[in-house]
């Protein structure tokens, strides 16, 4: 397979403060910080979560809470395709998920 970049990158595998493995790669000279950031959840809570976590903490974090369930997606639908099928002409459909 070709290397699509020419210059290989040396990483080093840090401690996930999330998870606590060893699986946050990063380059040799990167220092991970255990700061934690406040963000807004999908039904509007707040959470606090670590800015440096791994790959797999990143993808459960979002799954978790900021992606749509199936069914906020359902009540939308449903809202769409009931009586009130007309959307204000400043809501769209992310607002509405």
Known sequence: MRRLNSKTVDKKAFRCPQC??????RP???????????YKTRDG???ELYVDVCS????KNFRDHFEPRKSDVKRVL????????KIGEG???EELL
């Open 20 to 25: 606590g493995r060893h699986t946050l790669l």
């Open 28 to 38: 040799l000279d990167f220092e991970p910080s255990l700061k934690k950031q406040e």
């Open 45 to 47: 809570g707040s959470v």
């Open 56 to 59: 797999k903490c990143e993808r």
């Open 78 to 85: 449903k809202g769409l395709h009931g009586e009130d099928a």
């Open 91 to 93: 809501e769209s459909l």
